[in-house]
C-alpha cells in the first residue's frame, strides 16, 4: 500500500484545492497517469500518479484545500502487509492522517510537475483561538492538542469523538458540556453549507457513513426545522415574519470563498501597494500612425499565421524603451540592500481570465524579433483563456504590460506586479480632436499610464520611458532607429 502526498508543485506552495479526480476507488492506474487536477495559487495543475496499482482510497474530496505534504490518494501495488486505507473508519482518517510517517528526508516523489514533497517542509497553519483561551473544538489552546488527538484538519473533513478531547465531551466534574458544531461528524463543505444556511448541525441525525451529516441532511433540514438567525440586519424577521432565515440571507448577500487565484492576486496586490512607493504618470498619445502600421503588418506574409494588434507594437515599444531606460527593468532586493538590475527582459502581460488576473511572460522577450513576439503574445493569450497557464509561465516576470483599453477604459493607475519596478497600462484607442500642423483634425488617441516603484526609478527616468513609448506609438520607425 502506498500513498501519495500532495507536492509542491510550485515554489513555496503551502496547499492546493482539488478539483477535479481523473480515478474512483477500484479504478487500476499506471505509473504516470494523471490522477487528479489540483488549484494553486498560481494555475491548475494536472498531477500524475507515481505508482502503478488499483486505487484504495481518495484521501480528499473535490473542493477541498490541503496542505503540501498531506496524503490524497492510497495505491494498493499489492507489495506491502496492512489493510488499504479504504477500509479504516472515515470518522479517524483525521487521526490517521497525521500519523502517517513521512518518507526518509533524501527520498523525494517522482512526479512529473514541479517538485516532490520536501518532508517536514509544509507546516499545518494554527487554528484561531476562541475567546475563552481554548481551540475551536473546545479542547486545549491551538497548536498544543492532547497526546493521542488530532486537531488538525483532515483527509475526510471527518471527525470521532475519539477524536476530540476530553474537554469537548465532559465538562466540570463529568458533566456533559453542551454539543458543539465541532463534535459532529461533517466534511468541510457540509459545514460550510450549514453556516450558509444557518442550519445548526448538532440537532440533525446524520445519514452518511458512521452517522456523519450529508450535504442531503443539511437541506432537508431547511424546511424541516427553523432556521438559525445569522443576524436581525440579515434575517429582517421583523419586517418579514413568515420568512425563514436563510431564504433572506440567500437573497441579500452571497459569499465567495477566498482561495486559489483570488487569494494568491489579493495578497500580491496588498504587499506590493504597501511595499513599493507607486509613482503614476500619464501621457495621451497620437496613435493613428502605429494603427496604420498594424493594417500594413497584417498583409506582410510574415504575420499571416500570427495576430498583430496594437498591443504587439506597445509591447515592442516598451523593449526598446527598457533597453534604453534599464533601471526601470530592475527591482529592490529589500534583504540585501541592493538594486539587481536586470539584463534580460521578461515581459509580462496581464490577463483577466475566468480563474482571475494571471500575469504569464513571454521569456527573453527582448531577444525576438517581431513575427516571433507577435506569436508569444498569441499563444500567451491562448493558453491563459483556456486554463492551462503553468506557474513556470507566471515566475521571473520583470515589466508588466496591462491593456485596459479592451474594457472600453482610457486609464487607470495599475499596481505593481510583486519583484518589478514598473508596469505601463494602455487605455482604449479612440479618435478625438488633435492639432497637427496647427489644425484641429480627428486623430487616434490613447492614454498610457506607468506606474514605477520610486525607490528604484526616479521620476526623470520614468518620465523619459514613458516620453519614448510615446514617441515610438506616434512615429513606429523610431523603434528601428532606436531599436
Given at each position: 500500500?502506498?500513498?501519495?502526498?500532495?507536492?509542491?508543485?510550485?515554489?513555496?506552495?503551502?496547499?492546493?484545492?482539488?478539483?477535479?479526480?481523473?480515478?474512483?476507488?477500484?479504478?487500476?492506474?499506471?505509473?504516470?497517469?494523471?490522477?487528479?487536477?489540483?488549484?494553486?495559487?498560481?494555475?491548475?495543475?494536472?498531477?500524475?500518479?507515481?505508482?502503478?496499482?488499483?486505487?484504495?482510497?481518495?484521501?480528499?474530496?473535490?473542493?477541498?484545500?490541503?496542505?503540501?505534504?498531506?496524503?490524497?490518494?492510497?495505491?494498493?501495488?499489492?507489495?506491502?502487509?496492512?489493510?488499504?486505507?479504504?477500509?479504516?473508519?472515515?470518522?479517524?482518517?483525521?487521526?490517521?492522517?497525521?500519523?502517517?510517517?513521512?518518507?526518509?528526508?533524501?527520498?523525494?516523489?517522482?512526479?512529473?510537475?514541479?517538485?516532490?514533497?520536501?518532508?517536514?517542509?509544509?507546516?499545518?497553519?494554527?487554528?484561531?483561538?476562541?475567546?475563552?483561551?481554548?481551540?475551536?473544538?473546545?479542547?486545549?489552546?491551538?497548536?498544543?492538542?492532547?497526546?493521542?488527538?488530532?486537531?488538525?484538519?483532515?483527509?475526510?473533513?471527518?471527525?470521532?469523538p475519539e477524536a476530540v478531547p476530553s474537554g469537548v465531551r465532559e465538562g466540570g466534574a463529568g458533566t456533559a458540556a453542551p454539543p458543539t458544531n465541532a463534535a459532529v461528524l461533517a466534511k468541510p463543505l457540509v459545514r460550510k453549507l450549514a453556516r450558509d444556511l444557518g442550519i445548526d448541525l448538532t440537532v440533525l441525525t446524520g445519514t452518511g457513513p458512521h452517522g456523519s451529516i450529508t450535504r442531503d441532511d443539511v437541506q432537508a433540514a431547511v424546511g424541516a426545522a427553523p432556521a438559525r438567525p445569522r443576524s436581525a440586519a440579515v434575517t429582517r424577521e421583523t419586517a418579514w415574519p413568515q420568512t425563514p432565515a436563510v431564504?433572506?440571507?440567500?437573497?441579500?448577500?452571497?459569499?465567495?470563498?477566498?482561495?486559489?487565484?483570488?487569494?494568491?492576486?489579493?495578497?500580491?496586490?496588498?504587499?506590493?501597494?504597501?511595499?513599493?512607493?507607486?509613482?503614476?504618470?500619464?501621457?495621451?498619445?497620437?496613435?493613428?500612425?502605429?494603427?496604420?502600421?498594424?493594417?500594413?503588418?497584417?498583409?506582410?506574409?510574415?504575420?499571416?499565421?500570427?495576430?498583430?494588434?496594437?498591443?504587439?507594437?506597445?509591447?515592442?515599444?516598451?523593449?526598446v524603451a527598457a533597453r534604453r531606460h534599464p533601471m526601470i527593468n530592475s527591482v529592490w532586493d529589500e534583504a540585501r540592500q541592493e538594486i539587481v538590475v536586470k539584463h534580460r527582459v521578461n515581459l509580462g502581460i496581464a490577463a483577466a481570465t475566468p480563474r482571475g488576473l494571471l500575469v504569464p511572460n513571454v521569456k527573453d522577450a527582448h531577444l525576438l524579433s517581431l513575427p516571433a513576439l507577435a506569436g508569444a503574445l498569441g499563444a500567451l493569450a491562448e493558453t491563459a483563456r483556456a486554463g492551462r497557464t503553468q506557474p513556470a509561465d507566471m515566475a521571473g516576470g520583470t515589466i508588466t504590460i496591462t491593456n485596459v483599453g479592451v474594457f472600453g477604459v482610457d486609464s487607470g493607475t495599475p499596481i505593481l506586479n510583486p519583484g518589478e519596478s514598473a508596469i505601463l497600462a494602455l487605455g482604449q484607442v479612440r479618435d478625438m480632436p488633435w492639432v497637427v500642423g496647427g489644425q484641429v483634425v480627428p486623430r487616434k488617441v490613447c492614454t498610457l499610464a506607468v506606474s514605477f516603484d520610486h525607490r528604484v526609478v526616479d521620476g526623470e527616468i520614468g518620465s523619459l520611458f514613458l516620453r519614448d513609448v510615446g514617441a515610438m506609438l506616434e512615429d513606429p520607425l523610431r523603434m528601428l532607429a532606436w531599436g
Open positions: 500500500m502506498k500513498e501519495f502526498r500532495l507536492p509542491d508543485v510550485g515554489e513555496g506552495l503551502t496547499e492546493a484545492e482539488i478539483v477535479r479526480w481523473h480515478v474512483k476507488v477500484g479504478d487500476p492506474v499506471k505509473v504516470n497517469q494523471t490522477i487528479v487536477e489540483i488549484e494553486t495559487a498560481k494555475a491548475v495543475v494536472e498531477l500524475p500518479c507515481p505508482f502503478e496499482g488499483v486505487v484504495a482510497a481518495l484521501m480528499a474530496d473535490e473542493g477541498e484545500t490541503v496542505d503540501v505534504g498531506k496524503p490524497i490518494i492510497s495505491v494498493d501495488d499489492g507489495a506491502g502487509p496492512g489493510a488499504p486505507v479504504a477500509e479504516r473508519p472515515a470518522a479517524l482518517a483525521d487521526a490517521a492522517a497525521d500519523l502517517v510517517p513521512a518518507p526518509p528526508a533524501e527520498v523525494r516523489q517522482p512526479v512529473l510537475v514541479g517538485y516532490g514533497v520536501k518532508p517536514g517542509a509544509a507546516k499545518r497553519r494554527p487554528r484561531k483561538p476562541s475567546p475563552s483561551g481554548t481551540s475551536p473544538t473546545g479542547g486545549s489552546p491551538a497548536g498544543t492538542p492532547p497526546a493521542g488527538a488530532s486537531l488538525a484538519g483532515t483527509a475526510t473533513g471527518l471527525r470521532s431564504t433572506q440571507a440567500a437573497e441579500d448577500e452571497e459569499r465567495i470563498p477566498i482561495r486559489g487565484v483570488r487569494k494568491a492576486t489579493a495578497q500580491a496586490m496588498v504587499a506590493s501597494a504597501f511595499t513599493a512607493p507607486h509613482v503614476t504618470e500619464f501621457l495621451q498619445v497620437d496613435m493613428t500612425e502605429t494603427m496604420d502600421a498594424v493594417r500594413r503588418l497584417r498583409e506582410l506574409p510574415d504575420f499571416a499565421e500570427v495576430k498583430v494588434s496594437p498591443l504587439l507594437l506597445v509591447a515592442k515599444a516598451v523593449l
